[in-house]
């Protein structure tokens, strides 16, 4: 599971440079590095279960203000557009799924980190 986490550390890090150019880049930038501080911690074994609480309801609260955006995603004939970079700049509802969808991410491996702890 260690290597696990590490990889997932590097993955959030990865994510975290790319929202420079977001265009709210300070939430992002600081949702993703609280999941590498998360997977970091994990490493080494520590699990701060309350905070890993706090975290999946901060994040899933969050993520109601993009199901719209999800919704009319979902109603497309091309769901590819969602990993198209021009349809990005043409629809809202494309970023708003990303970002739901990162956050998705981040609730399950927080979920993963809970159930981790328990093995522990």
Known sequence: MKIVNVLLALMFLVFAYLQFND???????????????????AVFQHYPKKFLY????LFAAYSVI???GVKEWL???????????????????IEESREFLGLM??????VVQIISSRKK
Not at 25 to 41: A, D, E, F, K, Q
Not at 54 to 57: A, F, G, H, Q, R
Not at 105 to 110: A, E, M, R, Y
Request: aromatic share 10%.
């Open 23 to 41: 265009p709210d880049p300070l939430i992002w930038i600081s949702i993703y590095g609280v999941m590498v501080v998360v997977c970091v911690m």
């Open 54 to 57: 706090v975290l999946i309801i």
């Open 66 to 68: 993009y199901i719209p």
């Open 75 to 93: 109603a497309q004939e091309d769901k590819s557009d969602l990993f198209d970079n021009v349809a990005k700049m043409e629809h809202l509802y």
């Open 105 to 110: 991410i981040c609730i399950i491996v927080l």
